[in-house]
């Protein structure tokens, strides 16, 4: 899913988020919150192959993160289409909710709606926010290592790393067997033509020693 992680925020406290993966991009995130001004904007930060985009509105900020190749135009469509979808639901409610407390009711719209937009290649010609979208030519993608003060340098960690980490394991350890098979299946082979030849050896003594006590050769 190119859109992998997604949020609203008032300031730097996460009011819902919601991401079908897991990882440390929160921790990202968290720190670009922090270097958000109260203003509204519609900005895109690169970090690590990932892009933050974001949309910020009365105080609000929407944020979704995404593969670095996946643009900005879908993107935008979501965030917008989740900054409507969020006014109408909470108002000003959002201004005094504490942390994480709209996540039950709104995580599961973050949810599919960050699949529709990730799985529909339509889904900016049927939302209702094509004038907004046309600011995206404007939109700069800055590198987010000059607006945070990272300290420590943050990995940026999504689950295909491990998948890929895993696949790559589970292939040593297949490889490991099926070379352990072989090994074993040669054992085996070689132990039957050392058995065959002994065999051959001991009627071809036979013959010559007169039977198969072997008296004529003791």
């Known amino acids: 899913m190119p859109i992998l992680y997604s949020l ?28 958000i001004p109260n203003e509204n904007a519609m900005k895109s930060y690169l970090y690590d192959r990932h892009i933050f985009h974001y949309i910020t509105e009365d105080g609000i900020i929407y944020l979704c993160m995404t593969d670095e190749d996946f643009g900005s135009t879908i993107p935008f469509a979501f965030l917008e289409d989740v900054k409507n979808r969020f006014k109408v639901m909470f108002g000003q409610v959002a201004h005094s909710s504490p942390a994480n407390s709209l996540t039950q009711d709104f995580g599961r719209t973050l949810q599919n709606q960050m699949n529709y937009y990730s799985t529909n290649k339509n889904a900016t010609k049927v939302t209702k926010v094509k004038d907004e979208l046309n600011q995206l030519k404007s939109v700069m993608v800055q590198n987010l290592d000059d607006v945070i003060d990272r300290g420590e340098k943050i990995e940026l960690l999504v689950d295909r790393t491990e998948n890929l980490r895993s696949t790559s394991m589970v292939y040593h350890k297949q490889a490991t067997q099926l070379k352990n098979e072989m090994y074993w299946k040669n054992v085996k082979l070689t132990i039957v033509l050392v058995f065959i030849v002994l065999i051959a050896l001991y009627f071809f003594l036979s013959i010559i020693c007169g039977g198969f006590n072997l008296h004529s050769c003791t």
């Open 8 to 35: 609203v925020a008032r300031g730097n406290v996460i009011l819902c988020d919601y991401s079908p993966t897991t990882g440390n991009f929160t921790l990202v995130a968290r720190k670009l919150l922090d270097s």
